[in-house]
């Protein structure tokens, strides 16, 4: 019974960094960037975990889900392991422990 209920609560670590003013929709001020852990059922799509921290945050889930009529990347850009991705479908990618997310301003122009 034990192994059951510890199955059912495992999580994976990632790391979520916000770059320039988004690190204030997760309520962080001041110059340096935000760097947190965050943790996210086994499975979870990185889609899965913006979601999850738009509920802990309440100003990034306005900019970036209620604001931009849930297009997430009309609001900033999200580089997962060092790439950019370029597609909501992308957005659908399993996440695994210790996998990198960085959230940064979104980027225009021509």
């Known amino acids: 019974m034990t192994g059951i209920k510890a199955e059912a609560e495992a999580t994976i670590k990632v ?15 001041g110059w340096d960037k935000l760097v947190f852990e965050q ?19 309440p100003r990034f889930d306005q900019k970036a889900f209620i ?11 999200v580089v997962f392991n060092g790439t950019f991705l370029s597609s909501r479908q992308d957005l659908n990618t399993e996440l695994e422990e210790g996998d990198n997310i960085k959230l940064t301003p979104g980027f225009y122009g021509g």
Do not use: R, T
Request: aromatic share 8%.
């Open 67 to 77: 604001d931009s009529k849930n297009d997430l990347l009309n609001y900033c850009a």
């Open 39 to 57: 943790e996210v059922s086994p499975g979870s799509s990185i889609m899965d975990l913006l979601q999850q921290l738009a509920k802990k945050y």
């Open 15 to 29: 790391s979520v960094e916000a770059m320039s003013w988004l690190k204030e929709d997760f309520d962080h001020e």
